[in-house]
């Protein structure tokens, strides 16, 4: 079966970095768009952004555009979320996600998700 495994979580202060990746396996990893959503308490879960099937489109939101960048390894199926100048308004449950990577299609698997604590 589909999972996708999400690590790198921790607690940090803000102005620092950390890297998340998220290993999936069950699936064939080049067909997939790979997504990073987070979820802060008492807020609905958020889009962060997204990484193209072989790498060479990445979208983000405006709220990490600049701070973050989203990468893939195609040949380890990991897809990672490098996360610069922390703040504590990025604390947040990370998760990764997949979708084919055609027109209209749906997020449909989705990791356990990682723990990120930004301390002020």
């Known amino acids: 079966q589909v999972q996708l495994v999400e690590s790198g979580g921790g607690l940090v202060q803000a102005g620092d970095s950390l890297r998340l990746s998220c290993a999936a396996s069950?699936?064939?990893?080049?067909?997939?768009?790979l997504g990073w959503f987070r979820q802060a308490p008492g807020k609905e879960r958020e889009f962060v952004g997204d990484?193209?099937?072989?790498?060479?489109?990445?979208s983000y939101a405006d709220s990490v555009k600049g701070r973050f960048t989203i990468s893939r390894d195609n040949a380890k199926n990991t897809v990672y979320l490098q996360m610069n100048s922390l703040k504590p308004e990025d604390t947040a449950v990370y998760y990764c996600?997949?979708?084919?990577?055609?027109?209209?299609?749906?997020?449909?698997?989705w990791g356990q998700g990682t723990q990120v604590t930004v301390s002020s």
């Open positions: 069950g699936l064939t990893f080049t067909v997939y768009t």
């Open positions: 990484i193209s099937r072989h790498g060479g489109s990445t």
């Open positions: 996600a997949a979708k084919l990577g055609v027109t209209g299609a749906s997020y449909n698997y």
